[in-house]
């Protein structure tokens, strides 16, 4: 592999056997992988997007809509207080979302792709 | 987020706390013996390069949660944030957002291709598929300048710190200071490497969200637990009325003002996945999963930390008013031991222990973000530039470790030698400029190269140097160098760019310039390359 410094002696940072340059390319063709491939991406892509717009739609609103976020909502608490606070609720939402997709849909794809290869190579 | 304010404002009240000095050093001699002792036990299991560079990938994904975040909440976010919710109320809220919601960029597109994909470095993962040595010299070219950035804010925040917690005022002081903190950010890294790092961290994370916990509390005690009460006592005692509680107190004031504020948000929320110190810090774990989980943690930690400074700047406009606040430091980075100090009691032992300890918490915090930086900068230095492109992938580990401890000592004589000419600067500029430059030449290049199979060494250059460019040019040019009474250069202007954060500008640019590069290029993308690159990225197969 030309990406590192040949592994030199004594090193502890022992990696798998390397499966070939072929077997990568084939892998990347199969169907299986495909289908691991869209379970990342239709699921990382389409959030992504979706939570730099509604954190822009956050910074816009703070810079152009004042007075809606001045709006008083209850006590001392107005709109773009709970608007920030929302940020945070969304983000910690998205994350563990985003972690239980992976963890049911993303790993047991991965994991029979990864040890397949490193039991060939 | 500014840790520090420009030299003529540092004019103190310096009485209280030179009184509390040897309480607030002894505590920090404490922190770093104990931190040393860390050190050295780490160097001697430090034996391999893996060791070195990736701690031996042992950690847990609660300890590399721990350390991300002791590594990502610098004096920036703890004494800048809560200083600027005291003193500009809601506008000072609105970084810890940009802050936290930045990391789901991490934690969706990069943590787990970049550990399944790489080794020690980001320009690992960068020039898998290129050419090696011009890909690799523009990651590490990068790494080390957003690198330098970010600790010379570090550097000039702690002659702040010191001048605001000790009472020392003097240059010599100051440069004292600057060079004891890289003298002791050369030793944790030198001799701890990844392992000794990764404990400072997590050390100094769990002292600040203690601190932070227990002024939390502290602060809604005096408010009955009630947070409408505190928002409604700091509005008043503001003297800004309900304007306190909603956006545009800092940044609402022009149109340029409010773009400015745009800008900022959008190198906030690109600019952390692209960070080289934070990036290495997700080949510490065995595998990606784990990765992913210490992403989680440090969400967590993090956003409970950010949701604390909004007590803390409230608390602190409340129970201690903006004269008061402004007195001791105009960009009020002096707002949490304030705060410390009134919550234990002014005139108190409580308020001196209280003082003592959130000081020793901040200079913790230095230290930690400093070692992180320096680690990240040497070891591209040494994996990338030093054995992958001058030795040609031909040293020897022994040789690449060799080389990663001098580049940890020479980049800690220039920290310290700019640290010290720097001491002065507003280092709010700094710090935004390093995660612009992260966003404008890292994030696209790592984006294209996981995730798009069209992607040309051609591409990749011009996106890193065309997005490093324009950003550094931007600021150059802009109000944060020259021509305002808080530029850098105040005596002169010739700033024509009218942002402070060039982030609107080089971001879009870099994004741009690596599509142009790659459509345009002649040589063909090596498809063979991303066919490994792709399959290890999402399969972990090979990882090390």
Redesign the interface.
């Known amino acids: 592999m030309?990406?590192?410094?040949?592994p030199?002696?004594?090193?502890?940072?022992n990696?798998?056997?390397?499966?070939t340059?072929e077997v990568?390319?084939e892998?990347?063709?199969s169907a299986e992988?495909a289908e691991?491939?869209r379970a990342?991406?239709s699921f990382?892509f389409p959030?992504?997007v979706g939570?730099?717009a509604w954190?822009?739609l956050?910074?816009?609103l703070?810079?152009?809509a004042?007075d809606f976020?001045?709006t008083t909502v209850?006590?001392?608490?107005?709109v773009?207080?709970v608007f920030?606070l929302a940020?945070?609720a969304t983000?910690?939402l998205?994350?563990?979302f985003?972690?239980r997709h992976?963890a049911t849909k993303i790993?047991p794809k991965?994991?029979a792709?990864?040890s397949r290869?490193?039991a060939d190579? | 987020m500014s840790a520090a304010a420009h030299s003529s404002s540092l004019v103190l009240a310096a009485s209280s706390t030179t009184e509390h000095r040897p309480l607030i050093i002894s505590l920090f001699a404490v922190f770093v013996a104990a931190t040393l002792a860390i050190t050295v036990w780490a160097g001697r299991q430090t034996?391999?390069?893996?060791?070195f560079y990736?701690g031996?990938?042992q950690f847990t994904a609660f300890q590399n949660g721990l350390a991300v975040s002791g590594d990502y909440m610098s004096a920036a976010s703890f004494l800048g944030i809560a200083g600027a919710i005291a003193l500009f109320g809601?506008d000072g809220?609105?970084y810890s957002?940009?802050f936290?919601?930045a990391?789901?960029?991490a934690?969706?597109?990069v943590a787990?291709p970049l550990r399944n994909s790489g080794?020690y470095t980001m320009g690992?993962v960068l020039?898998?598929r290129m050419r090696?040595r011009p890909v690799r010299t523009a990651a590490g070219v990068s790494t080390i300048v957003v690198s330098i950035f970010y600790l010379l804010a570090q550097m000039a925040g702690a002659g702040v710190l010191v001048a605001l917690l000790l009472g020392i005022t003097g240059d010599t002081g100051k440069i004292l200071i600057v060079a004891l903190v890289g003298v002791l950010m050369i030793l944790y890294v030198t001799i701890g490497g990844m392992k000794g790092t990764t404990w400072v961290q997590m050390v100094k994370a769990v002292l600040l969200i203690a601190g932070a916990l227990l002024m939390t509390f502290m602060v809604l005690w005096k408010f009955d637990f009630n947070v409408?009460?505190l928002?409604?006592t700091a509005?008043e005692k503001s003297g800004h009325g309900?304007?306190f509680?909603?956006?545009?107190l800092k940044?609402?004031a022009t149109g340029v003002s409010?773009l400015d504020?745009?800008s900022l948000?959008?190198a906030l929320?690109l600019g952390t996945a692209g960070l080289p110190h934070i990036l290495i810090r997700f080949y510490t774990v065995p595998t990606a999963?784990a990765a992913?989980?210490s992403?989680?943690w440090a969400?967590?930690i993090i956003?409970a930390f950010?949701?604390m400074t909004i007590a803390l700047g409230f608390g602190a406009a409340a129970l201690i008013g903006p004269d008061e606040i402004k007195a001791k430091n105009p960009a009020g980075n002096a707002a949490a031991p304030q705060l410390a100090e009134y919550l234990g009691g002014v005139g108190t032992t409580g308020g001196a222990v209280l003082l003592a300890v959130i000081s020793a918490v901040a200079f913790a915090t230095i230290l930690a973000v400093v070692a992180g930086l320096t680690l990240a900068s040497s070891s591209s230095f040494a994996h990338d530039i030093y054995?992958?492109v001058i030795?040609r992938?031909?040293?020897?580990?022994?040789e690449?470790m060799r080389a990663a401890r001098w580049a940890t000592v020479a980049i800690g004589i220039v920290s310290i030698a700019l640290g010290a000419m720097a001491r002065d600067l507003n280092v709010a500029g700094l710090v935004a400029l390093a995660f612009a430059v992260a966003a404008s030449a890292n994030l696209p290049t790592i984006l294209y190269s996981l995730?798009w199979k069209r992607f040309t060494t051609q591409g990749a250059l011009w996106s890193i140097y065309g997005g490093l460019a324009s950003s550094v040019v931007l600021v150059l040019f802009s109000p944060v160098v020259s021509g305002k009474a808080s530029s850098m250069f105040p005596d002169v202007d010739f700033a024509w760019f009218p942002l402070e954060n060039p982030g609107l500008i080089s971001i879009p640019l870099g994004f741009l310039l690596g599509w142009i590069g790659s459509v345009v290029s002649k040589e063909e993308p090596d498809?063979?390359?991303?066919?490994?690159l792709?399959?290890?990225s999402?399969?972990?197969?090979?990882?090390?």
């Open positions: 030309a990406t590192d410094a040949p030199p002696q004594g090193s502890t940072d990696s798998p056997a390397q499966p340059t990568f390319v892998t990347q063709k992988f691991l491939r990342h991406r990382a959030l992504t939570f730099i954190y822009l956050y910074v816009l703070s810079s152009y004042g976020m001045g209850f006590a001392n608490f107005n773009a207080f920030g940020q945070f983000t910690f998205i994350a563990w985003y972690s992976a790993d991965a994991e792709i990864k290869l490193e190579a | 034996k391999s390069a893996s060791d990736a031996g990938r809601y809220f609105l957002i940009g936290l919601v990391w789901l960029v934690l969706l597109l787990e080794r690992d020039a898998y090696q409408s009460d928002l409604g509005a309900k304007a509680l909603e956006p545009g940044y609402g409010k504020f745009i948000g959008i929320v999963k992913r989980k992403v989680n969400i967590g956003g950010y949701l054995a992958n030795r992938g031909k040293a020897t580990e022994k690449e995730f498809t063979d390359k991303y066919a490994e792709e399959v290890k999402l399969t972990g197969t090979g990882a090390h």
